[in-house]
C-alpha cells in the first residue's frame, strides 16, 4: 500500500463546474496534509494545507479532511482552463519530511 | 523575501563534468531540501537539512553531493552523472520547528532542468 494515494486521472470537468480531487494516506500518525499545484515543466506551488478534521476554505478552493477515514480532498469551486494542472496531495507526520501522491491531472474544458 | 531561488534554469552537462547547483532563501527557513522530479512523476526526496545539518539522506548515489554552507544556502555538487540523472531538480525550504512540525509545507524554487549527455 502506497503511503499516499491519489487517482492519477485525468479529471476533466466543464468550465465552472466544481473539481473534487482526493487523496488517501496510510499512516494515521499523519499531522498535516497540503496540496500543491503543478503546471506542465513549473515547480510545484502549495495552494492549501489543513491539519484539523473538517473544512478548510480558500477562494475558490476548500480543503476538506477526515481524519478517521484517513481522507483528504480538494474541491475547486468555479473552475477555470487555468486550473488546469497536476494537483499533488502531500503529507507530514511530525518529521521534516513530506510525503506525495502520484498527483491527479485535471482538465478544465471551456 | 517569499522566494526559494534557484540557479542555473537550465543545466546541459556531459558524464564527466563537475557542476553545482545552488539554492537560497532569504525566509528564515531552518529546513532545506533538495527534491528530484521525473516527467510526470511526483517529486523524490533526495536530501534534507535542517538546522544546517544533513538529517535525511534518502539513499542517493554519491554522485550528488550536497553541501549547506550556511542557513540561506544549498548547493547539490554534480558529479559522473548518468544520462538517467536527467530531471528537474527542485529545492524547498520550511519553517521547521526543531519538533519537526510543517507549519506552512515547503516553498519551492523553480527547479534546474538538468539533461545530462
Known amino acids: 500500500q502506497k503511503e499516499v494515494e491519489q487517482n492519477s486521472g485525468p479529471l476533466s470537468v466543464p468550465e465552472g463546474a466544481i473539481a473534487s480531487l482526493n487523496c488517501t494516506y496510510s499512516?494515521?500518525?499523519?499531522?498535516?496534509f497540503f496540496w500543491y499545484r503543478q503546471y506542465s515543466g513549473k515547480s510545484p506551488e502549495l495552494i492549501m494545507s489543513?491539519?484539523?478534521?473538517g473544512d478548510k476554505e480558500d477562494g475558490r478552493f476548500t480543503a476538506q479532511l477526515n481524519k478517521a477515514s484517513q481522507y483528504v480532498s480538494l474541491l475547486i469551486r468555479d473552475s477555470q482552463p487555468s486550473d488546469s494542472a497536476t494537483y499533488l496531495c502531500?503529507?507530514?507526520?511530525?518529521?521534516?519530511?513530506?510525503?506525495f501522491g502520484t498527483g491527479t491531472r485535471l482538465q478544465v474544458f471551456p | 523575501d517569499t522566494e526559494v531561488t534557484q540557479t542555473p534554469k537550465h543545466l546541459v552537462m556531459g558524464m564527466t563534468n563537475k557542476k553545482s547547483l545552488k539554492c537560497e532563501q532569504h525566509?528564515?527557513?531552518?529546513?532545506m531540501y533538495w527534491y528530484k522530479q521525473k516527467a510526470k512523476k511526483p517529486p523524490e526526496l533526495m536530501f534534507v537539512?535542517?538546522?544546517?545539518?544533513?538529517?535525511i539522506n534518502e539513499s542517493v548515489p554519491s554522485r550528488f553531493s550536497p553541501e549547506c554552507p550556511n542557513s540561506s544556502l544549498l548547493n547539490l555538487h554534480l558529479h559522473a552523472l548518468q544520462p538517467e540523472d536527467s530531471a528537474l531538480y527542485l529545492c524547498?525550504?520550511?519553517?521547521?520547528?526543531?519538533?519537526?512540525?510543517?507549519?506552512?509545507?515547503?516553498?519551492f524554487g523553480s527547479g534546474t532542468r538538468l539533461t545530462v549527455v
Open positions: 524547498a525550504s520550511s519553517l521547521s520547528l526543531g519538533t519537526g512540525t510543517l507549519q506552512d509545507g515547503y516553498t
Open positions: 499512516d494515521r500518525g499523519s499531522q498535516s
Open positions: 489543513i491539519y484539523s478534521n
Open positions: 502531500a503529507v507530514n507526520k511530525n518529521t521534516d519530511k513530506l510525503i
Open positions: 525566509m528564515g527557513h531552518r529546513a
Open positions: 537539512y535542517s538546522y544546517e545539518k544533513l538529517s
